[in-house]
Structures are given as C-alpha cells and as structure tokens.
C-alpha cells in the first residue's frame, strides 16, 4: 500500500494538481505518520497549518519542527517523514514539484 503513497491519514484534500505539480492538504491523526520515503524528481514544501509537526530525514539526518506558519522544503531523493509532534495530530499543506511524483518507501 505505501509504496503508492497509499498510508492511513485523517484526511487527504488535493487542492490543485497539474503536469509536474500538486497541492494537498494532509491531516494526521494522533499516532498517524507520512511513512520514511523519498521522491526521484519532486521537492516536498510543507506549509504547517496545525501542528506543530515533524519533518525528519535521512542522509544527512535531520528533525525540523515547525508550528503553524513555519515553512520547510525537502529536496527530490532525501528520505524523509512527517508525524506530529510527539505523536499528536498535525495539519499541513505540501505542494510537490516540479517533476514527474513517485513515492518511493524506505525500508
């Protein structure tokens, strides 16, 4: 299933979606994660709209936590997942491009 980007979310919005680019908004629920995965073209920005919420990666091994407002992008082929803080619910938009979306699970 999460090799199609296909994992258990509280809510999946797509805001906008054109060759090479798309918008969503995501809600995890508490206990809900954006599995470790990474993309061979598209930059992942989240936008956190509730939260705070998490942004981990690999290779260089990274934690970013943003409240609601704060911004980070992650570039194609860096593994990365999103949870909220401490296990708790998040809310964020994520605009994915430019390029062709794959979601590619690690491990």
């Known amino acids: 299933m999460a090799a199609r980007g296909d994992y258990p979310l509280k809510g999946r ?7 090479g680019l798309r918008m969503q908004i995501l809600t995890l629920d508490a206990g809900q994660e954006v599995p470790w995965h990474w993309h061979s073209e598209v930059t992942d920005t989240f936008w956190c709209m509730e939260g705070p919420m998490v ?3 690999r290779a260089p091994a990274t934690v970013t936590e943003l409240a609601p407002g704060g911004m980070h992008a992650v570039p194609p082929r860096r593994a990365h ?4 803080k401490d296990g708790g619910p998040c809310r964020f938009a994520i605009l994915q491009g430019v390029g062709r979306y794959d979601f590619m699970p690690v491990g």
């Open 55 to 57: 942004i981990e990666t």
């Open 81 to 84: 997942r999103v949870t909220g």
């Open 13 to 19: 919005e797509l805001i906008a979606e054109a060759p």
